[in-house]
Nanobody
């Protein structure tokens, strides 16, 4: 069983920055990779950023050039650096990984961007 814990969310003005962290209970990110998703009220959960076990990254078009996914294998931690935040980035952000075809999710962290 993999446990994930996100932190770093909060209230920020448009144009500001936040860095989200996701700590895993083991060295899962270097084995499986990991993703950041977000879910805004009344909307479906969407993939924001992904990092493979090898370190390659992909981003949703809406965040390209503004968000950066990274990880620290020694700390079993995955990050999402979010710059130039917009009100439409307001959502609960979740980290996600998998093991043996089982998906694991954190509890989510709220990001609110005011205009």
């Amino acid at each position: 069983q993999v446990q994930l814990a996100e932190s770093g969310g909060g209230l920020v003005q448009a144009g500001g920055s936040l860095r989200l962290s996701c700590v895993a209970s083991g060295s899962i990110f270097s084995i499986s990779g990991g993703n950041w998703y977000r879910q805004a009220p009344g909307k479906q959960r969407e993939l924001v950023a992904a990092m493979s076990s090898g370190g390659s990254t992909n981003y949703a078009d809406s965040v390209k050039g503004r968000f950066t996914i990274s990880r620290d294998n020694a700390k079993n931690t995955m990050y999402l650096q979010m710059n130039s935040l917009k009100p439409e980035d307001t959502a609960v952000y979740y980290c996600n990984t998998w093991s043996r075809l089982v998906n694991f999710w954190g509890q989510g962290t709220q990001v609110t961007v005011s205009s």
